[in-house]
């Protein structure tokens, strides 16, 4: 049992119908056609939507994957077409929205790793491999991949795990070509932004991404980047062979799975709000990592 503990109920903004809520953002469509994502401060952690928004989190989310979507440009083209705000929409959407082109989306998750943690190392203790890519004897949390890989899966709805699935599948589903050239770009773009991320002293452990088609060509979507879709560890503090510091959500679901939070994730009641201390916590760690990365200070 997932999903939300209380569904949010979506502004209504005239001229503009909405589509759907997901863990995070809001969608809509505009009267020319265009998509409007709004990004909430909401948050999600094992396969629940939570109870308590983390304050700034949706502007963090959507200013950090413009700022990512200007040092990829030259590698694959992004889907926003604006970020004003569309006409009589509330001024809590300033800064959190973005007006994009309508993608003909892959039903894949390209998600890219470096370094072997997460679900890869839990099928490595199994079997020494990662989505079924072979890997080096040795490897321990933490470890260093000798070369990125590329790992998709399936996209799941709201209370449901993405899945694992092989390149094979992949390619069966949405044709060789398609295949490759996700595989390739993924891993380019994550190259580019591991490299980035590392002259600021943050490693990029693993990441994923979202494609679709535009007129034929392939165009990025959603969010890229960011703590949600992304692993980020402070290089200083990198020790293989445990658990990392984080950027990302660990605060929280070390939290829910601590005695103090009295919730059992394998149980069927949901999780309970966060303690304001928690909530801040993750707040300053998200506000953290995208001042370390952009160089500027988070207003």
Avoid at 46 to 65: A, E, M, N
Avoid at 197 to 204: D, F, M
Avoid at 214 to 240: C, H, K, M, N, Y
Avoid at 262 to 286: I, K, M, T
Wanted: hydrophobic share 35%; aromatic share 8%.
């Amino acid at each position: 049992m997932s999903g939300f503990v209380t569904k949010p109920e979506p502004v209504q903004v005239p001229g503009l119908e909405h589509l759907h809520t997901g863990k995070v953002r809001e969608l809509y469509r505009d009267q020319a056609g265009r998509l409007v994502m709004v990004a909430s401060d909401r948050t999600s952690a094992f396969d629940w939507v939570l109870p308590t928004d983390i304050p700034d989190k949706g502007r963090i989310l959507t200013q950090l994957s413009l700022w990512w979507f200007d040092r990829i440009a030259d590698l694959v083209p992004n889907h926003v077409i604006s970020t004003d705000l569309p006409a009589g929409a509330p001024a809590d959407w300033a800064g959190r929205t973005m007006i994009c082109d309508p993608l003909e989306m892959f039903p894949v998750e390209c998600v890219a790793r470096g370094y072997l943690t997460g679900s890869g190392l839990a099928e490595y203790n199994v079997s020494r491999t990662a989505c079924g890519i072979a890997l080096p004897q040795g490897l321990v949390d933490g470890s260093e991949l000798p070369a990125p890989i590329y790992t998709p899966a399936t996209k799941a709805e709201v209370g449901e795990h993405d899945e694992n699935v092989s390149y094979e599948e992949t390619a069966r589903r949405i044709g060789a070509d398609w295949a490759a050239t996700l595989r390739q770009t993924t891993l380019a773009v994550y190259t580019r932004a591991r490299d980035i991320a590392r002259e600021q002293g943050i490693i990029v452990a693993d990441t994923k991404f979202e494609f679709g088609l535009s007129d034929g060509e392939l165009v990025i979507g959603d969010e890229a980047l960011t703590p949600d879709s992304s692993r980020f560890w402070p290089a200083d503090e990198w020790q293989p062979g445990r658990t990392q510091p984080s950027y990302d959500k660990q605060i929280i679901r070390d939290w829910l799975s601590s005695a103090e939070s009295g919730w059992d994730r394998n149980g069927e009641q949901p999780p309970p709000p966060l303690p304001a201390a928690v909530a801040e916590r993750s707040r300053s760690r998200y506000i953290e990592v995208y001042e370390r990365l952009t160089g500027t200070e988070w207003v």
